[in-house]
């Protein structure tokens, strides 16, 4: 069983930065791959970085990648997401969530991942 927490939500200027962290419980948290998901008023839970059980692969959506970087420190159980040159699309609730290392082609669905956060709010402003 893993719990996770997320928090470093806030209200940001576009074009400003914010750090979410996520933080689990469970000792096997080493093992799983780790995603950050979002969901904006109205819209589906959308896929928006995801990271390898070493850290080592990491994956993007194509609307964040090169603003945003998903890394995790395993002896610190957390996992962490960069966000750089915020947009007001970039506006939702994000979630953390764990899942099978593999397969990573998978690291995009949602219903790859057994467990979740309970989301924390970025909000930005134009």
């Known amino acids: 069983q893993v719990q996770l927490v997320e928090s470093g939500g806030g209200l940001v200027q576009a074009g400003g930065s914010l750090r979410l962290s996520c933080a689990a419980s469970?000792?096997?948290?080493?093992?799983?791959?780790m995603g950050w998901f979002r969901q904006a008023p109205g819209k589906e839970r959308e896929f928006v970085a995801a990271?390898?059980?070493?850290?080592?692969?990491?994956y993007y959506a194509d609307s964040v990648k090169g603003r945003f970087t998903i890394s995790r420190d395993n002896a610190k159980n957390t996992v962490y997401l960069q966000m750089n040159s915020l947009k007001p699309e970039d506006t939702a609730v994000y979630y953390c969530?764990?899942?099978?290392?593999?397969?990573?082609?998978?690291?995009?669905?949602?219903?790859?991942?057994?467990?979740w956060g309970q989301g924390t709010q970025v909000t930005v402003s134009s």
């Open positions: 469970g000792r096997t948290f080493s093992s799983y791959a």
């Open positions: 969530a764990g899942g099978p290392a593999l397969p990573s082609r998978s690291y995009y669905r949602r219903d790859h991942y057994e467990y």
């Open positions: 990271i390898g059980w070493r850290g080592g692969s990491t």
